[in-house]
């Protein structure tokens, strides 16, 4: 039987976890081996912000990591723009904040905490990405506070680009996606990584149907959303503030 969300990770443990893998996620190509098609999704993901919203003054990452997105989203864009980091760990935070400086003369500010309850600026951004984060949101008021809030951050043609682990809402479905993703980390690492990713991710994720974001991010005010890809349990997707 699944965690139920009740028993499911604490943010403070999740905060303990990422303390101690810093390393793991500092490298562009290597830092998410448990994604499926992580590159190609940090890749979309950050073309289409700069083809969206090709003026760029101030981005915010959410659950940034060490950084890996912003760096790329920075090589791509080929300027300078101010960056807003936010994490739970402030050791991803302070290595982030090493990394994202050596590609802008722009501003890089770290921001320590739950972006849910982070007082940021509303309508203070260009573009938000939130790469492997939104699957830790628990119930449908947890989704709907997280979508409102990332929405009024947003300046006027503004976006929002994911990356993230989702389920699926057929049953049958979702069952053959994970026995995919299984056969992925099996192929990956063997046996005994895919039974720890499995793991770690019964005790710490909750996944919900890219259809169900899309969904809520129209209703949440969206203008227009998209999905750029999707392979197995895995999408890329975003949309643009009116």
Request: proline share 4%; with cysteine.
């Amino acid at each position: 039987m699944p965690t139920p969300l009740s028993q499911k990770s604490t943010l403070a443990e999740i905060e303990q976890r990422f303390d101690h893998d810093v390393e793991r996620f500092s490298n562009l190509d290597t830092g998410q081996v448990a994604t499926i098609d992580a590159p190609l999704a940090m890749e979309l993901i950050t073309a289409a912000a700069l083809a969206a919203t090709p003026v760029v003054t101030r981005i915010l990452d959410i659950g940034c990591g060490a950084g890996n997105n912003t760096i790329k989203l920075l090589r791509c864009h080929g300027g300078n723009f101010d960056c807003d980091l936010n994490d739970l760990s402030m050791p991803m935070l302070m290595r982030a904040q090493q990394r994202v400086g050596r590609e802008t003369s722009g501003r890089v500010e770290i921001v320590q905490g739950d972006f849910r309850t982070v007082p940021f600026v509303d309508g203070g951004y260009d573009i938000i990405l939130a790469a492997a984060v939104l699957h830790h949101l628990r119930d449908d008021q947890d989704w709907l506070a997280a979508f409102t809030k990332i929405h009024s951050l947003l300046r006027p043609k503004g976006s929002f680009w994911v990356t993230d682990l989702v389920s699926h809402e057929i049953d049958p479905v979702e069952r053959l996606m994970w026995r995919r993703y299984g056969d992925y980390l099996e192929a990956t690492g063997g046996e005994a990584y895919r039974e720890k990713v499995v793991r770690y991710i019964d005790r710490e994720d909750s996944p919900r149907p890219v259809t169900f974001q899309l969904d809520l991010m129209r209703r949440v005010g969206f203008s227009s959303v998209d999905l750029l890809h999707k392979n197995s349990c895995f999408a890329a997707f975003g949309g643009v503030r009116e």
